[in-house]
């Protein structure tokens, strides 16, 4: 644990400075337009957001938004068609929505070690009795391979009993799943961050325009990841 503390106090002195120019360049009228708050870390994020970048406290949350809109149109990127990128930019405005891009962060006082380790205690156990509940209801074998995926199994009753079974299998996989802790993803110096949503961006799901919008999100993230520890 000592020596946990001693890397994350060396990790904060390149920022140190900058905590300091914060204080010393910024204006009041900058620093109630910057949203700036007090903690540190936060402050060089905000500091360091892209051009037309803006941050917002807003109930709980912080909200980094990019300030000019964007299209974005939601499609299986995984099987988009070969096409000329004017096309491409035509089809997400014609049928694409105009929306903005925005990162949201839900945000609470900082977790303390002992909190940390007693949620994953806990999320360690719930997720053995999902991984044993197929067993538990015999289930195994229905499972149906075709409509399946990483992120969700199906299983699919030929009979009435097996129809109960699975039913029942449902009920209790989602009593376990509302008792997992959701674990911060990451921290700051005096909160912890749970991502909610990052909205107008290119992923499995969506393409935007103009592209720039996208690269500018997964910087301001990798922004966060860079000067923010667990």
Known sequence: ???????????????????????????????????????????IIIDHLPNGWKFKNEKGCFIIQRQDSIWELSENTLNVPIEKREDKIKRIQANGKKTVSEIIIKFEDKWDFLKVQEATINNTSVSNDIRLLPDKYKITGLKDASLSSKEKVVYTPKTDEEKNRISNYNAELKQLKEKIIKIPDMSSQKYSLFVIAKNGCNDDNHIVYPDAASVELYTVMALFREVCGK
Do not use: H, R, V
């Open 1 to 43: 644990m000592k020596t946990l503390i001693i890397k994350l106090a060396i990790c904060m002195i390149p920022f140190l400075p900058l905590c300091s120019k914060l204080c010393a360049q910024n204006t009041e009228e900058d620093i109630i337009k910057k949203g700036y708050i007090d903690d540190a870390i936060i402050n």
